[in-house]
């Protein structure tokens, strides 16, 4: 028989240290076994084919002055930037008369530095609703003027980056708080509300975009009172933001479903009534859930303002039709889509990184590391 | 001298899940700072019956009187009983996207109305009680499950509640944590607080219950001092039952 077993504790030591250099590191991630190898030949061959003849087209041959003579000197061989250079406050905004376009860029640059403002979580108070309120206010001021001694520029001739923003911006705004009512109503306990908030859905979803926004734009007059008109782009606007709640509120209700129930009965043992316990227990977990799945709506209905164009407004996409319209530059087509998908990329990019910024952010605590 | 009234009061109460029928004709009365004790085998029905004292179930026929207030679709009262009873889980329920501090503060600001300074000052009372006091700047995941019933335990508190009520508040925890749940509750229990507690602890039950009470199939089987009813259980089910949960 053996003695019995002394317990020596093992004191806690540092893990052991991660050093590695470059030839390691490409080992282990490019070069490891022959499967893997034989990818990254690959892959290098593919770069080593598209990039040089690439790099030649949009940099080394291209033609960056507006000059109509130089770009087609220079044929199919180089880029020519210079339609960007010659065209690019139409394309950025539109028919907006030429003289006052400095009223779009404060417009659209204070937008911007609000939703910038908007995306730093402890500016979420109070303050910040007063403060959109205010720069919308100023927003459709510039832009439409009548006032401070600013000439009126009726909304068809707004167009191009300005129309995309506020278009993407209010429809995102006003269709937030719709889908969580929505979403909350597909749970509700009344019949009636539930079955309002799935019909709503389920007719959205299933009808185009195109058709959501040709019934607005050309439909919804018909049900008006006579001599009643309201603006093409607030009809516009109402239907976008329909579309994009119906989806919405799926993501949101989502989010709802994965909550535990026990959640829910911990805040209602303590009293708390439903409206304070979907706002202080359910939302605030519901929605730090699908993230993700909400940017990825967002980012899809900022890219879907490209549809205006249907009705006759110019949006970034629209704007640059009306530019290439301009039978000297037609032919380059190619380098003003790729200007404006820059635009959008930039946009969208910028989304995607704020998704996953917010959603590590929120998440700070609440998870075991 | 008349007796106190009552502060809990089943009459003839009834529910169904469905075409379940879960609770079966209870009738059960409890007197003010009464600690009872409810056991019974799984699926019998004991979270149902104390889940409708603060209404997160509810019964379909009979009378459930709680504190002077008969339990009706009338939501204010629900909110007003709930206020003045306290429950903790077996799962905890903590609010994982609040410190331990909101969660204690939550009630106390939006259901109570004091004010902030006002509810963390009762709230690090409450953690102190529990002895946990230390933790209340942290996320409730980054506790042990024994320190989270601890929180849970000083959050139904923070309302100073008549009544608590408890699920089988040790049944999640690993057995070194079980000890340092049932230490608060029985100090709780010394405090003259009326509790109702759904446990198979059965040391606590004969230490602290009042009264114990065992439920099977919906059914209020036998009710009896912890004294008699571990000892000369009245009914052959109870000693089958007890046979098995003492046997080890
Ligand atoms: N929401 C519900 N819908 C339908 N049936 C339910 C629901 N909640 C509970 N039940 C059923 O009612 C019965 C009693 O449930 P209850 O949770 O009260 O039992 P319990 O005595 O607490 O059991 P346990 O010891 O397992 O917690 C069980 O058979 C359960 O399956
Ligand atoms: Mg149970």
Known sequence: ?369 | MQAQAPIIEFAKVNKWFGEFHVLRDIDLSVARGERIVICGPSGSGKSTLIRCINRLEEHQEGRLVVDGVELTDDLKAIEAIRRSVGMVFQQFNLFPHLTVLENLTLAPMWVGRMSQKDAEERALQQLTRVQIAEQAKKYPLQLSGGQQQRVAIARALCLTPKIMLFDEPTSALDPEMINEVLDVMTELAKQGITMLCVTHEMGFARSVADRVIFMDHGQIVEENSPAEFFSHPKSERTRDFLSKILAH
């Open chain 1, 1 to 369: 028989m053996s003695a019995a077993a002394v317990f020596a504790p093992i004191q806690s030591r540092p893990p052991p240290m991660a050093v590695e250099g470059v030839w390691p590191w490409l080992r282990r991630n490019l070069f490891d076994g022959w499967r893997n190898t034989l990818a990254t030949i690959v892959v290098l061959a593919l770069l080593a084919y598209c990039l040089p003849p690439l790099f030649e087209w949009a940099v080394w041959n291209a033609v960056a002055r507006p000059d109509n003579a130089a770009c087609r000197a220079v044929g199919p061989i180089g880029a020519c930037w210079g339609v960007v250079a010659e065209k690019y406050r139409l394309i950025l905004f539109g028919r907006y008369p030429y003289s006052e376009q400095w009223r779009p860029l404060v417009a659209c640059l204070l937008m911007i530095a609000l939703i910038v403002a908007s995306c730093y979580r402890p500016f979420w108070r109070r303050w910040l609703i007063g403060a959109w309120i205010a720069v919308l206010a100023a927003f459709f001021v510039l832009m439409y003027g009548d006032v401070f001694g600013l000439s009126v520029v009726e909304t068809e001739r707004w167009g191009g980056f300005p129309l995309t923003l506020m278009l993407s911006t209010l429809s995102i705004v006003m269709a937030f708080p719709l889908s969580i009512l929505v979403a909350l109503g597909r749970r509700s306990h009344m019949p009636f509300i539930r079955t309002i908030c799935v019909v709503y859905v389920e007719l959205i979803r299933g009808v185009p975009l195109i058709s959501v926004l040709f019934m607005a734009s050309f439909m919804f007059p018909l049900f008006m009172p006579h001599g009643m008109t309201i603006d093409v782009l607030i009809r516009i606007l109402v239907g976008f933001t329909l579309f994009t709640a119906a989806y919405l509120a799926e993501v949101v209700r989502g989010g709802l479903q994965a909550l535990p129930k026990g959640q829910i009965e911990a805040a209602q043992s303590l009293g708390l009534t439903y409206w304070q316990t979907t706002r202080k227990i359910v939302l605030p977990q519901a929605l730090r859930l699908v993230v993700p799945a909400i940017m990825n709506t967002f980012i899809g209905a900022f890219k879907d303002t490209s549809l205006v164009t249907i009705v006759s407004m110019y949006d970034l996409t629209g704007a640059l039709q009306l530019a290439l319209g301009d039978s000297n530059w037609r032919k380059f087509f190619l380098e003003g889509q790729l200007f404006v998908a820059a635009v959008y990329f930039v946009c969208c990019f910028a989304m995607s990184r704020y998704s996953r910024w917010i959603e590590r952010h929120l998440n700070v605590g609440t998870r075991r590391q």
